[in-house]
Each structure stands twice: as C-alpha cells, then as structure tokens.
C-alpha cells in the first residue's frame, strides 16, 4: 500500500524515477547503434529494489500503464534531443494489451518529436506465447508505425520459435546466460551460434546481450552476430555520461 502511493508520487514529481541507457554496438566496438533504457528508482529505501521488482508492483497494482508512459516519455525525450540513433525500451505484456497503446504512443512520439524509427520495444517470449488477439493486433499497429520490435532474453523460458512464423519480429536479443558461457561450454556456444544463424536466416537483427570478455566478442563476430551489449563494451550510463560519450569527449 505504503508503496504504491510512493510509487504515484515518485510518477508524478521530479526524477526519483529515471532511466540509464546501456549503448548497444556495432562488431567494431566503436559505433554505437542505439542503447537500451533501464528503470532505476533513487529512492533512500527502494533504491534496493531491482527494475524488475519495481515492474513487477506496478503490474500487480494496475499502475504499468502509468509507468510505462513515464519510462516511454522520458526515453523518447533523452532520444529526441541527442544524436543516439535509436533508444530501445523495454515494455512489459500487459502493455501491449491495451489497445490504446498505440495510438497513445504514437501521440507521446509526436510531442517528444521523435520518429517512430528512433524507437524499439523490447518484448518478452511471453508476450508470443500469450497468443492473445488484442496483443497482436497491438504489435501489428505498432509496427506498422514504424516502431521496431526486439525479442528480449531469446532462448531462455519456453523458445518461441515457432511464434516467429506468426508474428513479424524486428530483431533477436540473445539472453546473456548463452553469451557469458560461450567460452566454456560448448552446448552454450552451439545455442548461440544456432540463435544467430536463425535470426541470420530469418533476415532480422541480432543482439548479443551480457558481452563481458573480448573473447566472447570474437565468438559472435565469428558468428557474424550483428550488435553487442555489455559490461565489456559499456555499463549502464547516465543520459549526460552517454551524450558526452556520442559527442566524443568521455
Ligand atoms: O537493469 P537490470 O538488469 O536490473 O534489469 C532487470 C530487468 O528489468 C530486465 O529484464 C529488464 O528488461 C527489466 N526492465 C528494466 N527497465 C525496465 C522498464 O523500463 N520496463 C520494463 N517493463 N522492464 C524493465
Ligand atoms: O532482460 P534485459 O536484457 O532487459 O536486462 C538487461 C540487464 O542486463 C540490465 O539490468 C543490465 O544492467 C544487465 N547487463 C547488461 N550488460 C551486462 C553484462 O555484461 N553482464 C551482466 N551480468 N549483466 C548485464
Ligand atoms: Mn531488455
Ligand atoms: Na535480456
């Protein structure tokens, strides 16, 4: 209860809720494609908290719409007035089943004064595997805006190999747990290999998530995977850290 209200206060006054952007990059390690928006609550308490907790409180109280406007918001904001080529949020399923996200959205893109192009959704293999016709319906409309779709954390859970058929999907995120053990078990490296060759035969990106050693960087160029994230290219940054970073003074 106590939460929640300070959950609505921290929506609706100042910064305590804000977001990082984590740069996403090309195999040469130089040019960042885009960067990936993550939710951090500085709050004296819940700054403990994890995003994903945070996510989960707001699911459960019928706030997500409320915060996922907020994160959307702030996300289009930063990625309107700086020179990041694309910013990546990520959106929980419930999100996508209100059909008037995309329209709302497409409004809030309109006041930010960013092209729908500038921006992807990040979408879990649960939100295929729903199968729900608001939800398609939903992600149909989004993409035809122009919005770019991701699969995030592919591989782990329930493979929704088989949904890639049905739903037109922009881009694979490969889950860090493949990606971290590349280098020391061999059945990690042959899933991660088998996840880039199918996004490769598919013709949609692909993202190697949790990159951490040049090593591992090697194995996915090897792969011909297309776009690296991780602690070994770049943490998490503030949006000042990264603009300083875009404009080649950090
Ligand atoms: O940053 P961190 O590794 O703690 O993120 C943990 C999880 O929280 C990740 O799975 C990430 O996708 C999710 N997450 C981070 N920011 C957001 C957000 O703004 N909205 C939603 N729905 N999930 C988020
Ligand atoms: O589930 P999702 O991919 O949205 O989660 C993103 C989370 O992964 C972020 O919280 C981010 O801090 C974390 N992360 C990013 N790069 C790395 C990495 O190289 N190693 C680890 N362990 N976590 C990472
Ligand atoms: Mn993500
Ligand atoms: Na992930």
């Known amino acids: 209860r106590r939460i929640e209200s300070e959950l609505r206060e921290a929506l609706t006054s100042g910064d305590q809720i804000r977001l990082t952007y984590q740069p996403i990059y090309a195999g040469d390690c130089q040019t960042i494609l885009g960067a990936e928006a993550l939710l951090r609550w500085a709050h004296p308490i819940h700054a403990a ?3 994903g907790n945070l996510v989960a409180i707001a699911e459960e109280r019928g706030m997500i719409g409320l915060l996922g406007d907020y994160v959307l918001r702030q996300a289009a904001r930063f990625a309107a007035t700086s020179t990041l080529p694309w910013v990546a949020v990520n959106v929980s399923p419930l999100q996508l089943r209100d059909k008037a996200f995309p329209e709302r959205l497409a409004r809030l893109l309109e006041e930010c004064g960013l092209t729908p192009s500038r921006l992807q959704l990040e979408i879990t293999e649960s939100v295929l595997l729903a199968n729900n016709d608001t939800t398609r319906a939903v992600l149909a409309e989004l993409r035809a805006t122009g919005i770019l779709v991701a699969l995030d954390d592919f591989g782990t859970g329930y493979s929704a190999i088989s949904y890639l058929r049905h739903h037109r999907i922009d881009k694979l995120k490969i889950d860090r747990s493949f990606i971290q ?32 050693t040049e090593a591992q960087k090697d194995r996915l160029i090897a792969m011909r995977c297309h776009e690296f994230q991780g602690f070994l290219l770049s943490p998490p940054l503030e949006a000042t850290e990264l603009s300083a970073v875009l404009a080649g003074d950090a």
């Open 49 to 51: 908290l994890p995003p």
């Open 181 to 212: 053990t590349i280098g020391n078990d061999a059945g990690a490296a042959a899933i991660a290999k088998a996840l880039v060759d199918l996004a490769l035969a598919l013709d949609i990106r692909v993202t190697a998530e949790g990159v951490e």
